[in-house]
């Protein structure tokens, strides 16, 4: 079936449908494309950085924990996956597996990101999950054949599409939609109350979710008090502290950070220092201004 009896063979609900999704997905993988931050490491959108956030109240943590350790590898394959479906499914080739992906996508991103939304239909992943499984069950339904099959033809059909998804991620790279912004930039203008100022002693450390979403480590020492970003600026990964070596260490490369100087590296791959978060006492909080 070409492309344009695939359009007029459909009835209406299904056109509809299949332009709503195709057009999504497609516009989903421009928007991560060009956002310079989200293969940066230590930005605030960085994909290291969410999958972290992610993993800390989804049920497919031990999932989510073993991802964060090649970030960057995983956001491209976001990328390029959703510039492919969303390709596949408008110009009708391999329609039925495109089908398929963007299902099992919208049920990872369900049970990563949306799964605690409360009530559960104001997770938008939710409904597109039941979407893509209701197009999918159709278009595999509708086939004569179950069994997949590649002649000359839908190879180069296939290969097309790949051509069409790297294409749009380098074209999304190279026309960002603005500079990169800085980890520590709010992202919210009310200040985030993180502890009750008397419970942090001289000496302790406290961990954190930041206004930004991402891992953060508090600390009060003789001087006062500051926090860094606990996302590695290397791949991402959570660093934790060290209480004997007074140091954050990455669990997964080695990376070593020095709190108490700038958060500059001492060891490990990464030559950049974790990122700054503006912290301050606020009345008988501490919080993130």
């Known amino acids: 079936m070409n492309l344009k009896n695939s359009w007029k063979n459909q009835i209406w609900p299904l056109r509809i449908?299949?332009?709503?999704?195709?057009?999504?997905?497609?516009?989903?993988?421009?928007?991560?494309?060009n956002d310079p931050g989200f293969l940066t490491s230590g930005s605030p959108t960085f994909i290291g950085s969410q999958i972290s956030a992610f993993a800390a109240n989804s049920p497919i943590d031990f999932a989510l924990n073993r991802l964060i350790e090649n970030a960057?590898?995983?956001?491209?394959?976001?990328?390029?996956?959703?510039?492919?479906?969303?390709?596949?499914?408008l110009l009708w080739i391999a329609p039925t597996a495109a089908a398929l992906g963007g299902f099992l996508m919208s049920l990872t991103l369900w049970l990563a990101s949306t799964w605690n939304v409360e009530p559960y239909f104001l997770a938008s992943n939710s409904a597109y999950t039941i979407l893509w499984l209701t197009y999918f069950l159709f278009l595999y339904g509708s086939r004569r054949s179950k069994k997949i099959s590649i002649?000359?033809?839908?190879?180069?059909?296939?290969?097309?599409?790949?051509?069409?998804?790297?294409?749009?991620?380098?074209?999304?790279?190279?026309?960002p939609k603005g500079t990169l912004a800085s980890s520590s930039a709010s992202t919210d203008a009310k200040a985030l109350q993180?502890?009750?100022?008397?419970?942090?002693?001289?000496?302790?450390?406290?961990?954190?979710?930041?206004?930004?979403?991402?891992?953060a480590v508090l600390f009060r020492t003789n001087t006062g008090i500051f926090a860094y970003s606990a996302v590695c600026t290397h791949e991402g990964c959570s660093v934790s502290f060290n209480s004997a070596t007074k140091n954050l260490q990455c669990p997964c490369h080695g990376a070593i950070f020095d709190p108490f100087d700038g958060a500059k590296v001492l060891d490990g791959p990464t030559s950049q220092?974790?990122?700054?978060?503006?912290?301050k006492t606020e009345g008988d909080w501490i919080v993130e201004s």
């Not at 960057?72 to 499914?89: D, N, P, R």
């Not at 220092?273 to 912290?279: D, E, G, Q, R």
């Open 151 to 175: 002649d000359r033809r839908g190879f180069f059909k296939l290969s097309s599409v790949a051509a069409i998804a790297i294409a749009g991620v380098a074209l999304g790279r190279f026309f």
């Open 17 to 33: 449908l299949r332009a709503w999704l195709g057009f999504t997905w497609i516009y989903a993988g421009w928007d991560k494309a």
């Open 273 to 279: 220092p974790l990122a700054k978060i503006t912290v």
């Open 194 to 215: 993180i502890l009750e100022d008397a419970a942090l002693k001289v000496g302790d450390t406290h961990n954190f979710t930041s206004k930004a979403g991402t891992p």
């Open 72 to 89: 960057t590898q995983i956001g491209i394959l976001i990328m390029v996956s959703e510039f492919a479906i969303g390709a596949a499914t």
